[in-house]
């Protein structure tokens, strides 16, 4: 002999009739904190914020290196011009 019951009830229905604990709020509370700490990754995961987090001396010493560089070519250029006035004052 075989019975079917079909019963048709909602999950919550279903949680309150076998004595389930509803945890619903709970789950809410847990995916307001993922939700959270995932915008703070993602802030972090920012090109800046990486640069600044892995090169923080490197950054400084390239800016500083770039920076002396453009110093020399400026000054090399600035010489080169003032040859160049020198040598058109000549006769």
């Known amino acids: 002999m075989k019975i079917n019951i ?3 009830m909602t999950p919550e229905e279903a949680r309150t009739l076998l004595g389930l604990p509803d945890v619903q709020p709970m789950q ?9 700490r995932m915008r703070k990754a993602l802030t972090a995961m920012e090109p800046d914020a990486i640069f600044k987090t ?10 500083t290196w770039q920076n002396f560089l453009i110093g020399r070519v400026g000054a090399a250029m600035r010489r080169g011009e003032g040859e160049k006035e020198r040598s058109s004052d000549k006769p």
Do not use: F, K, R, T
């Open 6 to 8: 079909d019963v048709d």
């Open 28 to 36: 809410q509370v847990m995916m307001n904190e993922i939700e959270d």
């Open 54 to 63: 892995w090169l923080p001396a490197g950054l400084q010493s390239l800016e």
